[in-house]
């Protein structure tokens, strides 16, 4: 079993739309999560951490389900920008220095 | 403030040869890790370092040779190039917050 899974879409909405999606992680004893975003044939970029107790930033909001194992992404009022890949991170079985990603979830903001 | 810098951007190799792809960060970070990223797949972990003269090995670390002879400094050497090192090659450094900071990356061709 991959030790992070994410649906890869694409998720295909219109603008102003609101999209949600989840990753699941196989490893209970996980500390640390968070969402990167990757532009087509670039580097991943750190998005958003994301807190015991949920957090948002601007449009994004991210929660954690412990008892589910899963973390969640949701984006209101999505704009044309908001398309890319959206990767699911979170910190290794064995060391917390390793991070463990996953393959990404494709999200497509059409006008 | 560059932040990670990698080089080259592209390199084509043919099967057998050997070469260095460079990494350097400004950001005085201990953690540093070199990932491989597949279509479809998340990145994965080659090889990573805690600090100067301390590197390990990660999930997929045939084929690569790290030294960490500086903080700034994380190259990763090919020893015998083969078609399945084929890739896109990522470098990191990572905060003691826990947030990773990504170089542009190096796309490969090994023919």
């Known amino acids: 079993r991959k030790e992070v899974e994410q649906d890869p879409g694409p998720f295909n909405v219109p603008e102003g739309a609101t999209v949600a999606f989840n990753c699941t992680y196989s490893?209970?004893?996980?500390?640390?999560f968070f969402w990167y975003r990757q532009d087509c044939r670039k580097e991943p970029k750190l998005l958003m951490s994301?807190?015991?107790s949920g957090n948002e930033d601007g449009r994004f909001t991210a929660q954690l389900n412990r008892a589910s194992q899963y973390i969640s992404l949701l984006i209101r009022d999505s704009k044309l920008s908001d398309s890319a890949t959206y990767l699911c991170v979170v910190n290794s079985l064995f060391n917390d220095y390793k991070l463990s990603f996953g393959a990404g979830t494709t999200v497509t903001v059409r006008a | 403030n560059a932040g990670v810098t990698q080089t080259p951007k592209f390199q084509v190799l043919k099967t057998g040869q050997s070469m260095t792809l460079q990494c350097a960060q400004d950001?005085?970070?201990?953690?540093m890790s070199w990932y491989r990223q597949d279509p479809g797949m998340g990145l994965r972990l080659i090889h990573y370092?805690?600090?100067?003269?301390?590197?390990d090995q990660g999930e997929v670390p045939n084929g690569y040779n790290v030294s960490r002879s500086t903080t700034e400094d994380f190259p990763l050497r090919l020893l015998s190039a083969a078609p399945s090192q084929t890739s896109v090659y990522f470098c990191?450094?990572?905060?003691?917050?826990?947030?990773?900071?990504f170089g542009p990356g190096t796309r490969l061709t090994v023919t």
């Open positions: 994301v807190y015991s």
């Open positions: 370092s805690v600090g100067a003269g301390i590197t």
């Open positions: 990191a450094s990572r905060s003691t917050g826990g947030w990773q900071y």
């Open positions: 490893n209970s004893a996980s500390q640390s």
């Open positions: 950001m005085n970070h201990e953690y």
